[in-house]
């Protein structure tokens, strides 16, 4: 059953204050894999990459050259992106630490990197064995090249919201973070909340606070673990304030392999059910990415904890 079957008309009437459209950033082949158990084969990450562009998503974020000590899962990096059929019109960003990371980015002809901060020092410590102040010195240098190599670069921002080991998190503190990054080069800042945990009250206020800093909607993107089941309700609090680009995993997958508690990221499928009813575009074909989710449940052999895949997956 699909979104017109319970009566939806197919051309909804947009909410006047929503975005007329939202750009999907796809992190489950990143981040949703990064955290499996076992490690999924290469030949079933291209497949799910494959079928996740077929389903009409352009921003794939495709894996991670981070050690491969630390994320084992995707020490594939490399085979996967020279056997990735990179599809006209589509991005592919790939996580980037370190000069090590970006070397081998410049070697895998990479046009879209992200770096990965944290807005607090327990969770710079765990992630990136950086204090606070020294995962920026890590960083700029590494933005910098990058940008000179004419790549696009993102900037994520984890624990923006609350952290297992400080609590919640001051928006103060999260926006004096995410300037560092805006001001060495990044050209979006993406909204983390690792651990899931945010509501949506917590949202509006961060994004006031980036407004005061003389940051505007336009340079944000929001990512939301559903831990607390409440990724849904951030999203649509984020979209409100006229943020517009939004991460998320087909089928919920995903989580943090160094953060406590981080449970899957909002599901594409749950956001796209939302942008449906509210009348926003946003290119995906639904059915599509039901049917990938469930194919990529039987490979993981367990259920998709998203609700709209398992309503549809008949
Ligand atoms: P380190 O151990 O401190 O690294 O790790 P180092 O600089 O001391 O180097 C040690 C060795 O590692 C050296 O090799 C380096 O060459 C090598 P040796 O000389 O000993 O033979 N090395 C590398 N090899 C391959 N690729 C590299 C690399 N860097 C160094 N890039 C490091 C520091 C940052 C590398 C490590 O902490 C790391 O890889 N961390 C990544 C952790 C991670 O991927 N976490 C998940 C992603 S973040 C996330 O999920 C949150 C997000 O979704 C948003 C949200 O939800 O909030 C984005
Ligand atoms: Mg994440």
Redesign the pocket.
Known sequence: MGARDVGLPEHLPRSGELPAEVTIWE?GP??GL?NEAATVPVDVKLEFLDRLADAGLTTLEAT????????PQ?ADAEELLSRLDRRTGARYPV????A??LD?AVDAGIADI?V?ASATESFAKR????TYDEQFA?FEPVIARARGEGMAVRG?????FGDPWEGVVDPGQVVAAGRRLLDAGCGQL?L???IGVATPGQVDRLVDAFAAAGVGVDALAV?F?DTYGQALSNTLAALRRGVATV?SSAGGL?G????ES?TG?LATEDLVWMLDGLGVRHGADLDALVTTSTWMAQRLGRPSPSRVVRALAG
């Open positions: 992190v990143r981040d990064q991670s050259f981070v050690h491969p000590k630390w994320v995707l996580l980037v630490p370190n090590r990371g081998r992200a990965f992630n990136l064995n950086s890590m994520y921002l984890s624990m923006c993406s983390g909340d690792t990512h673990h991460d995903g943090c392999p160094y953060a981080a990221n």
